[in-house]
Each structure stands twice: as structure tokens, then as C-alpha cells.
């Protein structure tokens, strides 16, 4: 049932393009608009809503990290995005005007549960963005939109985070449609990304086996730091959890702005550092100051490992290891980047003679608080 795969979680990888594919399939109409009639939520609430409210956990909530930059960009709505189990702990202010979204691919996590139920009690409406249909999660909620990643069996998510962002990204340009911004036109090429944007994860998984090696070679290191900017922030967060979780091993995400804040005292000696590199088209300031942090970490030592777009020469010189990914829109760019640090963490897994697909202490679903 691993079909010829060694573990589940390779397999899932492998599935990733196929599962953002089917998360798409019959969402985007003829002319180009979503078609969303699965979230029961009528356009005039839609229009109403003067803040969405992401609650999640683990790598649920790194893509409610992502949705955050895509909602306010494209909705000019504000988003905040919590741990579901911080959430209904602090009082937190929400009326019919809120939207919540609560993100999870067994819909059966209780910290989300009782953030949902937290939500509603309070008069706002919850929109569910699962992967289980008829769970707890989408049943408790006033709508659902599905996440079709098939089942997912090993305990890191890779597939339904990938599939987790596809809806992220379908919600917040539905409601870019739904209230018409003036980002219309934006939106409406973003659709026309979003619709080919498996083959560019297929060509991701494609080119995997330079890091297959590099993670092999790091198999006895004790620290690896992730560091990133704007989308890639999430994206270093989501790769420092899957290497803790499979390898067992200290790791961090940073956003690389904060690096002079205190992380860069971190920095020694031949240190692992994975570097997520925004495109150097769209918001270009950001893709400048990330080439000076990577120089920055270079000169103290640190081992760079460079995740960057194709055609991006201005990160070569300080690259110790160049990871190319396909050039994407900025924000759909997780979409891609997110896979090299996926396959890295599994094979440093393997490398380390861990069980990749259960790993020590942890459960595929969490229903306990
Ligand atoms: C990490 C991982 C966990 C889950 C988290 C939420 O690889 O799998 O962090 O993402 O426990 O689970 P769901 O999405 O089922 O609510």
C-alpha cells in the first residue's frame, strides 16, 4: 500500500502535485472565477466580515501563516492567525463580523475544536478548511471547504499542508472576488497561476536528489537553522518543525529580518543555515535584504543552503548549496519552496535511523487538549 515507496511519507511527497490538482478541480470556472458554492456562507455575510480569525496547530497553523499575507494582500481584510490552543484562553475579541477559519487535516484536533466552538459561542461564523470529510472539525462549523489530498498516513503532514495552502489561497481570492478590491485583475492572473502550479511542484520533486545527498552529509549535525522573509517566514518554520519532528534534532525558523535581533549570535562555524529566497521580481526590497543576510551569515561561518528561484544569480556567490525551485508569483512560492525542506527532513530522518513515518512521541491526530 506504500506503492513501491519505502514510507508513507515518501509517497505522500510524491502525491503532492496530484493533491493540489484535485484541490483545484472544479473550483476555478471556464472564464477564470472561483466557483466557491461549497462555502454555505452567503456573499452578503462574506461582504460583511471585518476580520478573519485563523486558528490552527503545528503545520496547520504555518499554513494559516501564509493565508494571513494572501487575505490582507488580496482582501485588504485584517487577518490574524493563532494557535488554537492560545486562542480561547485570552478572551479573544470576536462578533458576527468575524470570520474564523479553523484549518486541519484530521478535523479532529481539540485544540481547534474548542477554539471553533469558542468562536461560535461568540456569534462569528467558522469556515473549516479540512481534509476528512464528515470529522468533527467541518461538522461542527458553519461551512467547509474540503482540502482533497487523499488520505494522509504518515505522522508529518506534507501533502495536506500543500493542499491546506491551495484553499488558503482559494478563500482569501474568493473573498478578494466576493467584495471586488482593486486587486481584480491580480487576482484574476493569481487564479491562472494557481491553475498550473502542480507541474511546477512536479518539477520540484524532480530535482530532489542534490538534497537527498546534502542531508545525508548532515545526518551527525546537532543545530540546523531556517531562515526566511514575507511567505518564506512561514516556510522556514514549517521546515525547522518537520526536521525536529522526523530527525530529532534542534531546529529553528527565523524570520531573517530579526537575525541582528539576537539569532545571529547563533551563527558558527560550518552551522547548517537553509535560507528561503522571495523572488527577486514582485517585492524585490525583500529579495535584496535576504541576499545581504545570507552574506551576513556566510562571513561568520555558517553553511549556506540557498533555496531560490531559477534564474536568481544575485544569491550564487554566497551559496554553499543552491537549491533551485521554479520561479512562482510571490505569494504562491510556499507552494514550492516548502517541498525541498520536506524531502530534506525525511532523509536526515532515514540518515539518522529514525522511523520517518512514526516518529517517538507523536500522534497523527491530536485529541486530547
Ligand atoms: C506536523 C503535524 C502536526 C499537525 C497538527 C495539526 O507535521 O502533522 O503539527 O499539523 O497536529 O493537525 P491537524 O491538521 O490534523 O489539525
Redo the contacts with the bound molecule.
Keep these: 500500500e506504500k506503492g513501491g515507496y519505502d514510507y508513507f511519507m515518501l509517497k505522500e511527497i510524491a502525491e503532492q502535485p496530484k493533491a493540489v490538482a484535485d484541490t483545484l478541480l472544479g473550483r476555478i470556472d471556464a472564464s477564470g472565477s472561483l466557483t466557491l458554492d461549497e462555502v454555505r456562507i452567503p456573499p452578503g455575510v462574506l461582504r460583511e466580515v471585518d476580520k478573519v480569525v485563523i486558528v490552527?496547530?503545528?503545520?496547520?497553523?504555518?499554513a494559516g501563516l501564509i493565508a494571513k499575507y494572501a487575505i490582507e494582500h488580496w482582501t485588504r481584510i485584517p487577518c490574524e492567525v493563532e494557535l488554537?490552543s492560545e486562542f480561547r484562553y485570552r478572551d479573544p475579541i470576536l462578533d458576527p463580523q468575524t470570520l474564523v477559519i479553523a484549518?486541519?487535516?484530521?478535523?479532529?484536533?481539540m485544540?481547534?475544536l474548542m477554539a471553533l466552538r469558542h468562536a461560535r459561542e461568540q456569534g462569528s461564523k467558522v469556515l473549516a478548511i479540512?481534509?476528512?470529510n464528515g470529522s468533527t472539525?467541518p461538522r461542527e462549523s458553519d461551512a467547509v471547504l474540503y482540502t482533497h489530498a487523499g488520505p494522509?498516513v504518515a505522522?508529518?503532514?506534507?501533502k495536506?499542508?500543500l493542499t491546506?495552502l491551495v484553499a488558503c489561497y482559494l478563500v482569501a481570492l474568493y473573498l478578494g472576488q466576493v467584495r471586488g478590491t482593486k486587486w481584480g485583475d491580480e487576482i484574476r492572473d493569481v487564479i491562472r497561476d494557481l491553475s498550473h502550479i502542480s507541474g511546477a511542484v512536479e518539477r520540484v520533486l524532480e530535482t530532489m536528489e542534490p538534497v537527498r545527498e546534502l542531508a545525508r552529509t548532515l545526518a551527525d549535525k546537532k543545530t540546523v537553522l531556517f531562515l526566511g522573509r514575507h511567505v518564506g517566514y512561514p516556510v522556514a518554520l514549517?521546515g525547522a518543525?518537520?526536521l525536529k519532528?522526523?530527525a530529532y534534532m534542534h531546529a529553528e525558523g527565523f524570520a531573517a529580518g530579526e537575525l541582528k535581533h539576537g539569532p545571529i549570535a547563533l551563527i558558527e562555524e560550518d552551522l547548517p543555515v537553509v535560507v528561503v529566497v522571495p523572488s527577486p521580481r514582485g517585492r524585490s526590497v525583500i529579495h535584496d535584504k535576504i541576499v545581504s543576510n545570507i552574506q551576513e551569515i556566510r562571513a561568520r561561518g555558517a553553511r549556506t543552503i540557498v533555496i531560490a528561484e531559477e534564474g536568481d544569480e544575485a544569491v550564487v556567490p554566497y551559496a554553499d548549496h543552491l537549491v533551485r525551485i521554479p520561479a512562482t508569483p510571490t505569494l504562491l512560492q510556499p507552494l514550492v519552496a516548502t517541498v525541498p525542506l520536506q524531502v530534506f527532513a525525511c532523509e536526515l530522518a532515514t540518515a539518522r535511523g529514525n522511523e520517518v513515518d512514526q516518529p517517538r512521541n507523536?500522534?497523527?491526530?491530536?485529541t486530547v487538549e
Design positions: 490552527a496547530c503545528g503545520t496547520a497553523f504555518h488554537a484549518i486541519s487535516q484530521s478535523g479532529e484536533t485544540d481547534t479540512c481534509n476528512t472539525i494522509e505522522v508529518a503532514s506534507t495536506a499542508f491546506q514549517e518543525l518537520k519532528e522526523l507523536l500522534a497523527k491526530s491530536v
